[in-house]
């Protein structure tokens, strides 16, 4: 049983950009935050990264799957092992396949090894109850994000926006008690994000992403490619909705015959004009956009999504929040609702009939 009132939470986040693994401690009884700890990153090694992107697409059984799960079950081992006192572990794994209304959803990753390894309850496997219940199973960090809308003292509707390799967006009204109340939070994945990009630069430069916008800075968006990237079908549809990494290849495709520079630019403008879209879906214009994950470094992306979104876009830093860390920190405050019980999505992020607590939990024997 976990313990009454606050408790220190660790959680770990490899995202759909393959880089590596973020852990970090939340200070939490899984309603409110009450302090950020100690953070840490452990990246993947080119082989690793290899050998993860030969698993993206698969589904457990299948060629190269048991491989990418004993990367990502070392990896975290590696740096979840070099924290001090925690009470229990969130374990996000690692997302290999998407696809909620077909096959289900396929993180990489058994928690129960990782309890054994740490010698630690372990919460783990947070989407699946979600999508057999008709939810989206993604995304899951807006509750925390409500928590950390809370935390900051906002008072009128704001999104988080997550430019990681895939984009997603979270409007929160700071007005509500709960985040599983109607009209607390509408959440969904915009579209494309640094994937495409960072794929680009790998193909073409050998590079693992585009540093400084270096390259897209020398380039002319293409808002042909643009306006057709935004005609295709999920643009359309209500949210919630969320997308597997490579939903979007197409517009890998659709960039081919441009030279790098003009394509590394059209893919930049791509994941600002997706939120500028997404932004249509919310029930009002947000205050403004407190933007995490690898993109917000990207100073062309951030001067294109002020642009083409109209509203102040601010990085969390500058709110005392930490865009590396915040998906980490979202399952360390998830793995504690769980334990208690509570909800970790609901209506309005995943689609699901009704408020779901997700997980399971694992204990060392």
């Known amino acids: 049983m976990l313990k009454a009132g606050p408790v220190r939470a660790l959680g770990a986040m490899s995202g759909t ?21 100690e953070t840490a990153y452990r990246a993947y090694s080119a082989a690793e990264r290899g050998t993860i992107a030969a698993a993206l697409g698969r589904w457990p059984g299948e060629a190269g799957v ?68 008709g939810g ?39 007005a509500q008690a709960r985040p599983e109340a109607p009209g607390a939070l509408l959440a969904f994945d915009t579209g494309p994000a640094n994937a495409p990009l960072n794929d680009l630069m790998q193909a073409r430069r050998g590079l693992p992403y585009d540093q400084d916008a270096a390259l897209a ?25 969320s997308l597997d990494r490579n939903d979007f290849a197409v517009l890998s495709q659709m960039v081919a015959g441009l030279n790098d520079a003009d394509a590394a630019a059209t893919l930049t403008a791509a994941a600002a004009a997706c939120v500028a879209r997404g932004l249509e879906h919310c029930p009002e214009y947000p205050e403004r956009l407190l933007v995490t994950g690898g993109g917000r470094k990207n100073p062309l992306m951030m001067e294109m999504l002020i642009e083409r979104c109209g509203v102040p876009a601010l990085q969390v830093e500058e709110l005392g929040l930490d865009g590396d860390m915040l998906e980490a920190q979202a399952f360390a405050y998830l793995a504690v609702r769980v334990a208690r019980g509570l909800p970790t999505s609901a209506p309005g992020t995943t689609g699901v009939g009704a408020a779901v607590g997700g997980g399971r939990i694992s204990r060392p024997a």
């Open 17 to 37: 950009s393959l880089d590596g693994v973020d852990a970090a401690i939340v200070e939490t009884d899984g309603e409110v935050i009450l302090g950020f700890g």
């Open 66 to 133: 048991e491989e990418a799960a004993e990367v990502v079950e070392t990896a975290h081992a590696a740096v979840l092992s070099g924290f001090g006192e925690v009470d229990l572990v969130g374990f996000h794994g690692q997302t290999l396949a998407h696809d909620p209304h077909g096959k289900g959803t396929h993180q990489a990753g058994d928690g129960r090894v990782l309890a054994e390894v740490l010698g630690l309850p372990v919460v783990w496997d947070f989407r699946s109850s979600d999508v057999e219940l």
């Open 136 to 174: 989206e199973g993604a995304p899951l960090a807006p509750f925390f994000h409500f928590a950390c809308t809370k935390w900051i003292g906002a008072t009128a509707p704001l999104a988080f926006v997550n430019l990681g390799g895939v984009g997603n967006l979270t409007w929160v009204d700071p």
């Open 217 to 241: 800075a020398s380039g002319t968006p293409d808002e042909a490619v643009l306006q057709m990237l935004l005609e295709r079908p999920y643009f359309l549809r209500v949210p919630p909705k």
